[in-house]
């Protein structure tokens, strides 16, 4: 699991139609070197998977500054008006379309700039107030709110504020503040979470870039006016200020320049108005000042920029769960069965209790994760992927149980309820809509992956020789050495801590309240259980650690709810000293680390007792036909056509669709 150095693009093999051909061992090559190597800052999530429970990192909760809070509700009262008065979230959903007059609203309002500096013509919104904005708006239309989402957390504005030339910065930012729309293509029609088999390429030729290629699922694409494109640049001859090594790269390129064909724009189950298309390239020549960093760059940049890029998603999961838990009260309210209204039933009266301390959670972790950026005084990765992963999957639990709690006019259209008299309540869009948040930006299942590599990050440094087949036997006892000497001060720290004291994170024990001490108490405990439980499998399967998939993703959702616990236990005490709803977050909290705290208890349960072996043998069957015999007594309303549409590069041969907003 060590990352030997990058094979050269020029040397890989090509596939008929352009996409490299590589070997899996060469993917994980190109994964491992655009990741983030050192930690140059504390991380309070990597430190809990190590068994190290640093409360000081989030407690006392981190808070805005006086200015950045005067500007942020400033900004929310205008676009609260303008979610009331303007958006029309029916509409948008009848139509499959975000009208152009709404976006040139927003445009006028300076959403487009929200996380744009002032000296750019931005807002300068903190990460806190942008996230607040877009639950707002997401609350109003999801597809607004992902129109907004990609243009600035993964949109051009993002890299060229962390890795953007001076003279960028000024050409660029002040459209993207007011003008101008973004979009960010890295997906192709045969690429999706594996970049090294990226084909669209650029090709230097003098003072600029030839792109050739095709993106798939470019959100926003169909009406931007500027895009960050991956292409991968063949390596050629460096030159002496270091040109020429290639590698998959990112520039700005303009989304109207001869050369680009939007070839279709695509339909989705949920999101109906996101203007999402498949984008051509051809002969698209990009200056060179245009590229962003240095070549060879660009899933760094990728991975930098979604660090704080992926709260977004979470955010407008916060706003779906307080629309759930408003309608869910007011419905389950009004409902009666068999003499009393259905939350009085225990059956769904459950429900609602995991939506509200779901909810309240969900927004701790997000409110803290984003303060915790916006401070930069700490290494935020992973909690931003705990955020997005456990948001996306806890915001779509949430709109499956509301619409299990409104029965049938949970399944049934708001324009039908309307049109027979009742409340247009959207409870099956709002299920449609959230489940893509289970695939926006990283699957649950690459997250996992993702997430478990950091968090088994200091296992690896100090056994990567020991468990790499390619390392030759001296390097395998240098290994084995610093591992020993690693392991000799770390494990024994894993056997007793504050956990154990009874009186533990007293502050969070007060008359009257619910006590979160024993929450925080099982939350230092577990945290050393689960770090001696990935020890012994990194024992166990040493190099095939990487091989069990549901291992690690188990591990990795122990260790976000231990997160999602920390969180609400300390914004249930923040809002106590502030005197906002005190005893009601304390009860909030309780109960969802009590919920949390059985979710927990199974995945341990679930770590070395499952099918895991047993599917792999199944799936073998499955892939080798073993049981077609069960597909039998079916008619496959299928179309035809390959599962996976050619992106040979070349003209394109379809209407361009695209249509910027002016």
């Known amino acids: 699991m060590s990352a030997p150095s990058v094979p050269s693009e020029a040397s890989v093999p090509q596939e008929p139609h352009g996409t490299p051909k590589v070997t899996e061992r060469e993917a994980r090559q190109v994964a491992e070197a655009a990741r983030e190597q050192g930690w140059r800052r504390p991380s309070f999530a990597k430190e809990l998977f190590l068994g190290r429970f640093r ?12 200015d950045d809070v005067r500007r942020g509700e400033e900004f929310l009262a205008k676009l609260r008006a303008f979610c009331e008065t303007e958006i029309d979230g029916a509409l948008i959903e009848r139509e499959a379309r975000i009208p152009d007059e709404v976006v040139r609203g927003l445009k006028e309002l300076g959403a487009l700039g929200m996380k744009i500096d002032t000296g750019h013509g931005g807002l300068g919104l903190t990460q806190v107030y942008y996230n607040r904005a877009l639950a707002l708006v ?19 504005p993002q890299p060229l504020k962390l890795f953007g030339t001076r003279e960028q910065k000024d050409a660029f930012l002040p459209r993207l503040a007011r003008t101008d729309i973004s979009a960010f293509l890295l997906t192709e029609p045969d690429v999706g979470s594996d970049p090294a088999r990226l084909a669209t390429t650029a090709v230097r030729d003098g003072d600029a870039y030839v792109l050739d290629g095709v993106k798939l699922w470019t959100t926003n694409g169909v009406v931007a006016d500027l895009l960050v494109v991956m292409a991968r640049v063949p390596a050629y001859q460096a030159d002496t200020q270091g040109e020429g090594r290639g590698g998959i790269t990112a520039f700005v390129v303009e989304a109207g320049s001869p050369g680009i064909t939007v070839e279709n724009r695509n339909a989705f189950m949920g999101l109906r108005g996101l203007e999402n298309g498949v984008t051509r390239f051809h002969r698209v020549r990009v200056p060179v000042a ?6 060879g760059a ?53 429900k609602i209790s995991f939506i509200a301390a779901t909810t309240f959670a969900l927004e701790a972790v997000v409110e803290l994760a984003s303060q915790m950026a916006d401070e930069d005084r700490t290494d935020i990765r992973i909690e931003a992927a705990l955020a997005k992963l456990y948001g996306s999957e806890m915001g779509w639990l949430m709109a499956d149980e509301l619409v299990q709690i409104r029965g049938g006019r949970g399944f049934e259209t708001a324009d039908s309820l309307a049109a027979r008299g009742e409340r247009a309540v959207p409870a099956e ?19 996992h992956l993702l997430i478990a590599r950091e968090a088994v990050d200091a296992h690896l ?64 405990r577990t945290s050393r259980r689960l770090a001696r439980s990935t020890f012994y499998a990194m024992s166990r399967w040493q190099g095939r650690m990487e091989t069990k998939q549901g291992f690690l993703g188990r591990v990795v959702d122990i260790g976000a709810e ?64 073993r049981y077609a015999w069960l597909e039998e007594g079916i008619a496959d309303p299928s179309g035809e056509g390959p599962w996976i549409a050619d992106a040979t590069p070349g003209p394109s041969r379809r209407e361009n669709v695209h249509r910027p907003i002016r």
């Not at 245009?290 to 070549?295: D, K, Q, V």
């Open 138 to 156: 997401g609350s109003a239309s999801p597809a607004v709110g992902a129109l907004l989402s990609a243009h600035q957390s993964i949109g051009v």
């Open 290 to 295: 245009n590229r962003i960093g240095p070549e």
């Open 55 to 66: 409360l000081d990192l989030i407690h006392p909760h981190p808070l805005p500054a006086p």
């Open 429 to 447: 869009q709002m299920l449609r809509d959230m489940r893509i948040n289970r695939i926006f930006e990283g699957s649950t299942e690459i997250m």
């Open 562 to 625: 231990l997160f999602a616990m920390s969180a609400a236990c300390v914004r249930a005490e923040l809002l106590r000293s502030r005197g906002e709803h005190g005893r009601e977050a304390y009860q909030l909290a309780d109960a969802f680390c009590r919920q949390a705290r059985i979710r927990v208890e199974e995945l341990f349960d679930r770590l070395w007792s499952n099918t895991d072996e047993l599917d792999r043998r199944v799936v073998g069957g499955v892939l080798a036909g």
């Open 461 to 524: 440094a100090v056994a990567g020789d020991i468990i790499d087949p390619e390392a030759s036997p001296r390097d395998k006892a240098k290994a084995g050495a610093r591992a020993g000497a690693f392991y000799a001060r770390w494990l024994p720290k894993l056997v007793a801590g504050p956990g154990q004291l009874p009186g533990a994170y007293g502050a969070f024990h007060h008359p009257g309240h619910p006590d979160l001490s024993a929450r925080l108490r099982y939350v230092e």
């Open 298 to 350: 660009g899933l760094k940049i990728a991975l930098t920029t979604l660090n704080t890029g992926r709260l977004s998603l979470p955010a407008m999961c916060v706003g779906a769960g307080k629309w759930c838990l408003k309608t869910a009260r007011e419905w389950s309210a009004a409902r009666e069965q068999w003499g009393k209204p259905v939350a009085r039933h225990e059956a769904v009266g459950a």
